[in-house]
């Protein structure tokens, strides 16, 4: 099974995180930030992973070093799972419309991280949530999980609906490029012969 199970503890956050990218799309999160429990929660149903997340953060100062952390803890979830990357698609695209946005994706699980960072979100909070660590999360995740993603907005639209088409369209195109092709299920899809 692709699976992993990461504990990590700094003096901001203290993060339990289980991921199978295998699973149904169930998901369980406690983010302390309620709006970060939404995202995670389609990123969980609209990849089909099952994922847990239970955090304890510093948010009496602000969600900035929870939700960087979670997306650090989530990619190095994802690196861990995915092994050697033997036999996976390694490569993801999608374009998702989320009402008036309209939002494109794409990655590579190349083992090089990069993110390509293209969202106009028009205003500086959804509720109590700085719109800006949007950004922050999708940095934090394609470091560890060591992969190259490129979110970028085609069309306008409200603030949550914009970062809610970033992390449906992401876990999409994640979750194709993480499908085993079972004509090529012994190989590692690179001519390098790792990833």
Not at 36 to 44: G, K, N
Not at 47 to 59: I, N, S
Not at 123 to 129: L, M, P, S
Not at 136 to 152: M, N, P, S, Y
Request: charged content about 25%.
């Amino acid at each position: 099974m692709r699976t992993s199970g990461i504990d990590r503890n700094t003096a901001e956050t203290k993060i339990k995180l289980s991921l199978n990218l295998d699973g149904t799309g169930k998901s369980t999160i406690n983010s302390g930030c309620g709006f970060l429990d939404h995202m995670l929660t389609l990123f969980a149903k609209h990849g089909r992973f099952d994922l847990a997340v239970e955090c304890l953060g510093d948010t009496n100062v602000d969600y900035h070093h929870t939700v960087e952390d979670i997306g650090i803890v989530l990619g190095t979830a994802f690196k861990e799972a995915l092994g050697d990357k033997k036999g996976i698609e390694r490569y993801g695209d999608i374009i998702l419309p989320m009402d008036e946005a309209l939002i494109v994706t794409a990655v590579d699980l190349s083992g090089r991280a990069y993110l390509g960072y293209d969202l106009d979100i028009p205003t500086e909070k959804v509720g109590d949530f700085d719109t800006e660590l949007v950004k922050e999360f999708w940095l934090g995740f394609v470091r560890t999980a060591e992969c190259t993603l490129h979110i970028k907005q085609l069309a306008g639209g409200n603030s949550h609906h914009i970062i809610e088409g970033a992390f449906k369209s992401a876990a999409r195109s994640v979750s194709k490029a993480v499908a085993i092709n079972l004509d090529f299920a012994d190989e590692i899809p690179s001519t390098k012969g790792v990833l």
